[in-house]
């Protein structure tokens, strides 16, 4: 089947990271994608991880990926309050098809 | 360095109205998509087109038509809005199919 999921809410103090977790289904999946969305915009693709790395870092974020558990994370390091929005955990279905979860609202505190 | 436009970027409309969402790439990219956004859950997938001169369904197509225009455009049309279709619409793209999509900035839809 496909379900993607994750927490709906995290909230983190400025300054500190942010780790949101995702669970995925579809064990063919050759991507699994970050979007963030902030207020009244588009998705902005964040990062992705290819099904065979355990994996990437890129600036201040890094995603780790546990296959035999289904399981995907986004850490934030040294979180802004410009990192506030909705986090999408998203697997490739197929060639054409995403399978979105319902978001990770995150909130930047001082 | 426009990405993917959408327009209108808010629309209302009555029950039983027609309404065509338009999308444009400027990336040169083969496929697009679009996708209907509801609260608590997440994306769902209406149609996409993999290439030029193709379309297909997706999850929801019932009340929905495409039309791959060329390359560059990807059209949505409502043919008789309904209440239920009251949503956020996302246009996106990829390279090809199977690459990273990037998403425009959506349209908000409401029906009353």
């Known amino acids: 089947g496909e379900d993607v999921e994750q927490s709906l809410f995290l909230s983190v103090r400025e300054g500190d990271s942010s780790v949101i977790n995702c669970t995925y289904t579809d064990s063919s999946s050759t991507y699994l994608y970050w979007y963030k969305q902030e207020p009244g915009a588009g998705l902005q693709l964040l990062t992705y991880i290819f099904s065979n790395m355990d994996m990437k870092q890129d600036q201040r974020l890094t995603v780790l990926l546990n296959k035999k558990d289904k399981h995907l994370s986004l850490r934030i390091a040294d979180t802004q309050t410009g990192d506030s929005a909705i986090y999408f955990c998203?697997?490739?279905?197929?060639?054409?098809?995403?399978?979105f979860g319902a978001g990770t609202t995150v909130t930047v505190r001082a | 360095n426009a990405g993917v436009t959408q327009t209108p970027k808010f629309q209302v409309l009555k029950t039983g109205q027609s309404m065509t969402l338009q999308c444009a790439q400027d990336?040169?990219?083969?496929?697009m998509y679009w996708y209907r956004q509801d609260p608590g859950m997440g994306l769902r997938l209406i149609y996409y087109?993999?290439?030029?001169?193709?379309?297909d369904k997706g999850e929801v197509p019932n009340g929905y038509n495409v039309s791959r225009l060329n390359k560059r455009e990807f059209s949505l049309r409502l043919e008789s809005a309904a209440p239920s279709q009251t949503s956020v619409y996302f246009c996106?793209?990829?390279?090809?199919?199977?690459?990273?999509?990037?998403f425009g900035d959506g349209t908000r839809l409401s029906i009353l």
């Open positions: 998203a697997e490739s279905i197929n060639d054409y098809k995403l399978s």
């Open positions: 990336m040169n990219h083969n496929s």
């Open positions: 087109s993999a290439s030029e001169g193709t379309t």
């Open positions: 996106a793209s990829s390279e090809r199919e199977g690459q990273p999509q990037h």
